[in-house]
């Protein structure tokens, strides 16, 4: 018997772990600041509804009507077709390299939960700030150090199991992490830059937006949900059957969404209020917030607290990552949870080790765009990867997997949800993939504009 969710706000709460992230709090303002602003925010916000939460939903029929890992997922509902059972093999392969950089990421954050603690904001002027950041990538023994106690944390949680791991994390940290961003950003708008920070995020410059960016809003869309590596698929195959898709779907995408905004309101004003770029890349929230807990009254202690929070979101994101392979490993290769869960550690972190060194040892290797490899990673999943997932998971649900399984897992009794279920249906089969497919052609020049 498969193991299972204790309920329905252990597995809201679980998809919401895994959902808020480094991609809402560290990814989704600095790409926005990359790509100039407001238009970006609304584009993200289209490619939630029109992507991101129709594929969530397709992710969570196709899991929970398996009930196996990604692989045996597919395997199990069309073992007839040689292409489509091997979907999964693609999920997993992303998961995998996702998470060897995402625990470099999240190492920083083990990194400035130390220098939280030793107070090493407390009075310091922002250049002092931004550039601890410099000092940090720049060091390949602190970068590793991180790495690996990040990537032990994620060992001791995924061991544990569902229930007792996961789960009871995710319960009492995700609800203090939305308090805890909601009163910075309620101090950021009482900052100079609160006007110029509010103007950047919300009005749409479209003369900013590339088709490079668009391509990245849906690709971010994928990411901050954890669509097409298999982790809300395997997420969904412990979900019990009486819980009703749609209404825990929606919540899922409106909470992760509310996230990256609120992070953004936090982020924005202090950006402009001392002065910085808004463009300024991957180190932005670590150049940015500190300001904030340098300057206001009990500082330190909330600093301290930011740090453990933000550790933790990475945390319970990375790991529906290593989930993923793990579940893979018990249900195909007959490992013992134990057992599945060290390897693919291991196998994980070796594979982040090149990503940890990419702006120290490894600064002159710039494998893509010269981009380091980190930045390369990223790229290749994020705009690459995620999105040929998505769009084959859209194609999968909406046209291989038959209609009477999807309906029969939107409406349960047949009888409620069904308008959702048609619209679900109509989009996962025509917008969706469309919307990927179009924006990926023209990003790589077959459709020229
Ligand atoms: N969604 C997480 C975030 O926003 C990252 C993540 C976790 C992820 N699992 C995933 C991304 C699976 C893609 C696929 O930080």
């Given at each position: 018997?498969?193991?299972?969710?204790?309920?329905?706000?252990?597995?809201?709460?679980?998809?919401?772990?895994?959902?808020?992230?480094?991609?809402?709090?560290?990814?989704?303002?600095?790409?926005?600041?990359?790509?100039?602003?407001?238009?970006?925010?609304?584009?993200?916000?289209?490619?939630?509804?029109?992507?991101?939460?129709?594929?969530?939903?397709?992710?969570?029929?196709?899991?929970?009507?398996?009930?196996?890992?990604?692989?045996?997922?597919?395997?199990?509902?069309?073992?007839?077709?040689?292409?489509?059972?091997?979907?999964?093999?693609?999920?997993?392969?992303?998961?995998?390299?996702?998470?060897?950089?995402?625990?470099?990421?999240?190492?920083?954050?083990?990194?400035?939960?130390?220098?939280?603690?030793?107070?090493?904001?407390?009075?310091?002027?922002?250049?002092?700030?931004?550039?601890?950041?410099?000092?940090?990538?720049?060091?390949?023994?602190?970068?590793?150090?991180?790495?690996?106690?990040?990537?032990?944390?994620?060992?001791?949680?995924?061991?544990?199991?569902?229930?007792?791991?996961?789960?009871?994390?995710?319960?009492?940290?995700?609800?203090?992490?939305?308090?805890?961003?909601?009163?910075?950003?309620?101090?950021?708008?009482?900052?100079?830059?609160?006007?110029?920070?509010?103007?950047?995020?919300?009005?749409?410059?479209?003369?900013?937006?590339?088709?490079?960016?668009?391509?990245?809003?849906?690709?971010?869309s994928f990411f901050t949900l954890s669509l097409a590596m298999?982790?809300?698929?395997?997420?969904?195959?412990?979900?019990?059957?009486?819980?009703?898709?749609?209404?825990?779907?929606?919540?899922?995408?409106?909470?992760?969404?509310?996230?990256?905004?609120?992070?953004?309101?936090?982020?924005?004003?202090?950006?402009?209020?001392?002065?910085?770029?808004?463009?300024?890349?991957?180190?932005?929230?670590?150049?940015?917030?500190?300001?904030?807990?340098?300057?206001?009254?009990?500082?330190?202690?909330?600093?301290?607290?930011?740090?453990?929070?933000?550790?933790?979101?990475?945390?319970?994101?990375?790991?529906?990552?290593?989930?993923?392979?793990?579940?893979?490993?018990?249900?195909?290769?007959?490992?013992?949870?134990?057992?599945?869960?060290?390897?693919?550690?291991?196998?994980?972190?070796?594979?982040?080790?090149?990503?940890?060194?990419?702006?120290?040892?490894?600064?002159?290797?710039?494998?893509?765009?010269?981009?380091?490899?980190?930045?390369?990673?990223?790229?290749?999943?994020?705009?690459?990867m995620l999105p040929i997932g998505g769009l084959l998971i859209?194609?999968?649900?909406?046209?291989?997997l038959e209609k009477k399984i999807s309906r029969a897992e939107?409406?349960?009794?047949?009888?409620?949800?069904?308008?959702?279920?048609?619209?679900?249906?109509?989009?996962?089969?025509?917008?969706?993939?469309?919307?990927?497919?179009?924006?990926?052609?023209?990003?790589?020049?077959?459709?020229?504009?």
């Amino acid at each position: 018997m498969r193991n299972h969710w204790s309920g329905r706000l252990g597995f809201i709460l679980a998809a919401v772990g895994s959902a808020v992230g480094l991609g809402n709090i560290w990814k989704f303002p600095y790409i926005t600041g990359m790509n100039g602003g407001g238009a970006f925010v609304l584009v993200y916000l289209v490619a939630i509804l029109a992507c991101g939460l129709p594929i969530l939903m397709a992710e969570f029929i196709v899991g929970r009507h398996a009930q196996k890992d990604v692989v045996g997922s597919f395997r199990e509902l069309t073992p007839q077709s040689a292409f489509w059972k091997h979907l999964g093999w693609l999920n997993l392969a992303a998961s995998f390299i996702i998470l060897s950089y995402y625990g470099v990421v999240a190492g920083w954050t083990l990194d400035y939960l130390f220098k939280a603690l030793c107070g090493a904001f407390a009075g310091q002027e922002p250049e002092a700030i931004a550039g601890m950041f410099g000092a940090l990538v720049s060091d390949p023994v602190r970068q590793l150090i991180s790495l690996t106690l990040f990537m032990g944390l994620c060992l001791l949680a995924v061991i544990g199991g569902i229930k007792d791991g996961i789960e009871r994390w995710n319960k009492v940290l995700m609800p203090t992490l939305f308090v805890l961003l909601i009163v910075m950003a309620g101090y950021a708008l009482t900052t100079s830059g609160a006007t110029a920070g509010l103007k950047f995020m919300l009005y749409p410059d479209f003369s900013k937006l590339t088709i490079n960016g668009v391509l990245e809003a849906i690709g971010h869309s994928f990411f901050t949900l954890s669509l097409a590596m298999g982790a809300m698929i395997t997420y969904a195959s412990y979900m019990d059957k009486k819980e009703p898709i749609y209404p825990v779907s929606i919540r899922i995408a409106f909470l992760d969404t509310l996230v990256a905004i609120i992070a953004g309101l936090a982020i924005f004003p202090i950006v402009f209020s001392v002065g910085m770029e808004p463009g300024a890349g991957p180190g932005l929230i670590f150049k940015t917030l500190p300001q904030v807990f340098a300057t206001i009254p009990m500082g330190s202690i909330l600093a301290v607290l930011f740090f453990i929070l933000l550790a933790f979101a990475a945390l319970s994101s990375a790991i529906s990552l290593l989930e993923v392979l793990t579940a893979f490993m018990i249900d195909e290769k007959k490992f013992n949870r134990r057992k599945a869960t060290i390897w693919m550690t291991i196998a994980v972190y070796l594979t982040g080790i090149p990503s940890a060194l990419s702006y120290s040892l490894l600064a002159q290797v710039k494998p893509i765009k010269n981009m380091e490899i980190l930045d390369s990673l990223d790229y290749l999943a994020s705009n690459f990867m995620l999105p040929i997932g998505g769009l084959l998971i859209a194609i999968y649900a909406g046209h291989i997997l038959e209609k009477k399984i999807s309906r029969a897992e939107i409406c349960e009794d047949g009888r409620s949800f069904l308008l959702i279920f048609n619209i679900w249906y109509f989009t996962i089969r025509y917008i969706a993939p469309v919307a990927v497919l179009l924006v990926f052609l023209t990003k790589i020049g077959i459709i020229k504009l």
